[in-house]
């Protein structure tokens, strides 16, 4: 499974992104799958998480509220719109699957993309 994403950019504090992964694979609709991100000097984060129905979602304490994740499994597609975004939102958003284990948790997870930039200016 091959996951690029993009949609990262530069934006001003808060504006909204949306950042699209688009999956290659026909095992895509069966992953669970994930955002997580990384900033300089930092510990991956874990950001949202869906599993393969859409049925349930997890966010991470820090952008409850403000990013909604969501799938297209006809398209193999999983988004994740970024709203009120601040500076401290600023790093490389990874898309990653998992086929099982637990949602937060990087480990667990099989499957990564590259991962874009995004750079929210005060």
């Known amino acids: 499974v091959q996951l690029p994403a993009f949609g990262g950019g530069l934006v001003q504090a808060w504006g909204s992104l949306r950042l699209t992964c688009a999956a290659s694979?026909?095992?895509?609709?069966?992953?669970?799958m994930g955002w997580f991100r990384q900033a300089p000097g930092k510990d991956r984060e874990f950001v949202a998480g869906?599993?393969?129905?859409?049925?349930?979602?997890y966010y991470g304490d820090s952008v409850k509220g403000r990013f909604i994740i969501s799938r297209d499994n006809a398209k193999n597609t999983v988004y994740l719109r970024m709203n009120s975004l601040k500076p401290e939102d600023t790093a490389v958003y990874h898309c990653?699957?998992?086929?099982?284990?637990?949602?937060?948790?990087?480990?667990?997870?099989?499957?990564w993309g590259q991962g874009t930039q995004v750079t929210v200016s005060s």
């Open positions: 990653a699957a998992r086929d099982r284990g637990r949602y937060y948790d990087p480990d667990d997870y099989d499957y």
């Open positions: 694979g026909r095992a895509f609709r069966s992953y669970d």
């Open positions: 869906i599993t393969w129905s859409g049925i349930s979602i």
